[in-house]
């Protein structure tokens, strides 16, 4: 490969178009969400709980091994507006021998992680998902490149790819009669399957790269990767309280059987998240890095992601919330009524969880990014004083009770730092009030649903059909006093440009 091709291999275009780009995103985040969604639910129907709640352990310790792979490394690149061809190649060494060292590490805790959660099956699984750990500390530049450079299509290709290959050979080995095996597979499948496609696209190398700029990118990582790690070990740390807490308390099944029903809300909770939240994310944080030197436009950019994530995604989990009994039974059946009294709290968490992260995002582009190290130091005494206070009578509720309020508690000290330290004006400050308005008229509306005599599938077809356009007649009585102002094709437009 020349150095011209490495030029232009390695330099994203100034200004991607980020609205086709968040088209692009969307739809095959949808057709991955559809697909992988039914086949998670399937398989969690046909699989015991117990082992839908060991396989949501070793998930928590892989998700966490990931996130200290990744380093701040997929952050600093897309905020770093001077990549040059050496500059590439050293962010790619640096994610290599990040993502070696920690599958090394991995590995290496395996028997010690399975010893310490009582689990023994876990340990296998850990040594695998070392492996894809490994794979992905190969793959997560090159991705970020094409992310940095609009290839948005080129992305899902190689996203949708991988986790359709990855499904499909999980659902196969299920049916073969396979169970915890099967889970862990689709990771090792996927890690395999993204790096291939990746290096494809964006062929690269790791030799001649620069020490000092090393040095550079690891400083400004530093105070991501801090943050990263207190935010996913607090992240975690529910998965892992339930099943040290009340298997000492009750016993590794019950509490294994608790793991279960909390990963599976969490899992439902997580499939219309991800229709809005990941596409959003991935371009806003593009748009925002981008235009971390533009104070007016990282703003701007801000304030509509943040009023887009309370107008989607904070209606969208008040809705699950409200109508938490008739989704539960219709998707998982009666098998998993224990999730039902959690779903709810869990809808909570999430809303301010994914709406604080924009917050977050805005500070790092804005060169803030201490605010969110030390906002995270927040949420785990909080947590900790509500196991304590509710010790007497442990038990799942009052755990998960527990973890979100701490998890409030963090993201609207990020929130409001945001809106401080980015110079939000009064009327765009306006404009996020009435986005929250409308999330909680919208709730109360579903509430209201879930009186109706309907069975569980009809109620959550009904809502289907139905709230979305009373949701947009909500946004529009509100934003244009004209309820049927956005009911259209260009009414979507308009809704844009009135954020």
Same mark, same amino acid.
């Given at each position: ?5 490495? &030029? ?8 991607? @178009? ?5 088209? #692009?995103?969307?739809? /095959? ?6 697909? !992988? ?58 994610? !290599? ?16 992680? +399975?010893? /310490? ?11 695998? +998902?070392? /492996?894809?750990?490994?794979? @992905? ?37 299920? !049916? ?16 395999? %399957? ?9 062929? &690269? ?42 298997g000492a308390r009750y016993g590794v099944s019950i ?10 809300g969490r899992k439902i909770v997580g499939i219309p998240?991800? &229709? ?7 371009? %806003? ?26 107008? =989607?995604?904070?209606?969208? /989990? ?12 219709? =998707? ?58 509710? #010790? ?21 000290? %990020? $929130? ?13 400050? $306006? ?5 929250? %308005? ?33 949701? $947009? ?21 308009? =809704?844009?440009?009135?954020?």
């Amino acid at each position: 490969m020349t150095g011209d091709a490495e &030029f232009e291999a390695h330099h994203p275009e100034p200004q991607p @178009n980020y609205g086709k780009g968040l088209a #692009w995103t969307m739809g /095959f985040n949808a057709l991955m969400k559809i697909v !992988l969604g039914g086949v998670g639910i399937y398989i969690a129907r046909r699989l015991p709980v117990e082992q839908m709640g060991i396989f949501g352990v070793l998930a928590n310790i892989y998700i966490f091994a990931e996130q200290m792979r990744e380093a701040g490394l997929k952050q600093a690149f897309y905020n770093d507006n001077q990549i040059t061809p050496v500059k590439f190649r050293t962010y790619a060494r640096l994610s !290599l021998m990040s993502g070696l060292t920690f599958g090394i590490i991995l590995a290496l805790l395996s028997h010690p992680l +399975a010893n /310490f959660f009582g689990l023994p099956e876990v340990a296998s699984g850990v040594v695998w +998902a070392a /492996f894809a750990t490994f794979m @992905n500390g190969l793959s997560v530049i090159p991705m970020a490149s094409l992310h940095k450079s609009g290839r948005f299509r080129d992305v899902g290709l190689i996203e949708s790819t991988s986790n359709f290959l990855a499904a499909g050979v999980s659902l196969t080995m299920v !049916l073969a009669g396979w169970g915890f095996e099967a889970l862990v597979a689709q990771l090792v499948v996927r890690a395999c %399957v993204q790096f291939c496609l990746a290096f494809w696209q964006k062929p &690269f190398s790791i030799l001649n790269y620069d020490k000092e700029a090393a040095r550079s990118i690891l400083l400004i990582c530093t105070p991501l990767v801090t943050t990263d790690i207190l935010w996913l070990a607090y992240s975690l740390i529910d998965q892992f309280a339930i099943v040290k807490i009340l298997g000492a308390r009750y016993g590794v099944s019950i509490a294994t059987t608790a793991s279960g029903f909390y990963q599976q809300g969490r899992k439902i909770v997580g499939i219309p998240g991800d &229709f809005i939240f990941f596409p959003l994310f991935r371009t %806003v944080a593009v748009a925002m890095g981008n235009r971390s030197t533009d104070q007016d436009h990282l703003t701007k950019t801000f304030i509509k992601a943040i009023c887009l994530a309370v107008l =989607l995604l904070a209606a969208m /989990f008040g809705v699950c919330a409200a109508l938490s009994k008739q989704i539960v039974t219709a =998707l998982l059946t009666d098998k998993y009524a224990g999730t039902i009294p959690i779903f709810g709290i869990i809808c909570l968490g999430e809303s301010f969880k994914l709406t604080g992260t924009f917050a977050g995002s805005a500070l790092v582009a804005a060169g803030k990014s201490k605010i969110p190290m030390y906002a995270w130091l927040a949420p785990y005494p909080i947590a900790a004083a509500g196991v304590l206070i509710s #010790w007497p009578h442990i038990s799942l509720i009052s755990i998960v009770w527990s973890y979100v309020a701490g998890m409030v508690a963090v993201n609207v000290i %990020v $929130m409001a730092a945001g809106f401080k330290y980015l110079a939000v004006t009064r009327d765009q400050l $306006m404009r996020f009030w009435e986005c929250v %308005v409308i999330a909680l008229v919208t709730t109360a509306t579903a509430y209201g649903f879930s009186f109706l005599p309907l069975k569980p599938w009809p109620m959550v077809l009904l809502a289907l059909a139905t709230l979305p356009i009373v949701h $947009m007649a909500i946004i529009g009585t509100v934003f244009a006093r004209k309820p049927l102002a956005y009911l259209s094709i260009s009414g979507v437009k308009q =809704l844009r440009e009135a954020l």
